[in-house]
């Protein structure tokens, strides 16, 4: 049978030094922690005050998407559907059709009949924005898209759309006189041209007024020419 090892006086030692770093511990514990705080009183505050106060947005930020107008009010949307496959999360359904001379929407053949973002699937990536051709479809900073239905997340075009700036006149309307698509994306057109008023919307029901032929961008007819 062996014989255990015979305890030594380190060991003791050592039990007394251990309760004296404890003491030292259970004082200083509590100063390193008011240390901590101390500190933090006299750092720049992090507290943003939202939603008092707006949060200010990274510029480049991705936020809600927009659907782009030409400098006439035209839409830059040729309802390709370039952004819907290329969206991860299938959050983009689009429908093109053809424009007409009596209701154009777009310089070119089709536009975006039909536009919509699921806000409920978007993951905010860009990769839509990156396939568009026409740089129809951009992003915002705006991230304020919470809701409480799911058919609220649902944007349509109407609420894509960007609203209209100076020497622009709402879609439907006639193209810029001896203008094609081409000139368009040359930034050859930079605003409506004068006496240029919105077509009635004839696929969404409007009636041309007796007195205006359709097409016409004499005097003004249908809905008010957007400031
Ligand atoms: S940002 Fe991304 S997830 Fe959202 S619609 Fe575009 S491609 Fe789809
Ligand atoms: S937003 Fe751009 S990519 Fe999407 S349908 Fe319109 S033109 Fe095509």
């Known amino acids: 049978m062996s014989e255990k090892p015979e305890l030594t006086g380190s060991s ?20 390193a922690g008011f240390g901590v705080t101390f500190k933090a009183m006299f750092k720049k505050r992090l ?3 939202y939603p008092e106060t707006p ?13 782009n107008r030409h400098p ?19 959050a983009i359904y689009v429908e093109g059709a053809d424009n007409t001379e009596e209701e154009r929407y777009s310089p070119g053949e089709r536009y975006g009949r039909v536009y919509q973002i699921n806000y409920a699937r978007c993951i905010l990536c860009g990769l839509c924005i990156e396939a568009c051709p026409t740089r129809a479809l951009t ?6 898209l919470a809701n409480t ?13 960007a609203g209209l700036e ?4 709402d879609s439907p309307h006639a193209i810029f006189p001896g203008m094609d698509e081409q000139d368009y994306y040359r930034g050859l057109v930079t605003e409506a041209a004068p006496g240029t008023v919105p077509q009635p919307a004839l696929s969404k029901g409007e009636q041309p007024k007796s007195d205006e032929p359709a097409g016409s961008t004499g005097a003004q007819q249908g809905r008010g020419a957007g400031a």
């Open 12 to 31: 003791g030692s050592a039990g007394s030094s251990g309760e004296s770093g404890a003491a030292g511990e259970k004082f200083q514990n509590p100063v």
């Open 47 to 49: 507290t943003e005050q």
């Open 55 to 67: 949060k200010v947005t990274a510029p480049r930020f991705h936020g809600r998407h927009q659907l």
């Open 72 to 90: 006439d009010g035209l839409e830059k949307c040729v309802g390709c559907e370039l952004c819907a496959w290329a969206c991860p999360a299938d």
């Open 139 to 144: 992003m915002t900073n705006e991230f304020e």
């Open 149 to 161: 239905t799911r058919e609220s997340l649902i944007y349509t075009k109407d609420e894509l759309l």
């Open 166 to 169: 100076e020497g622009m006149v």
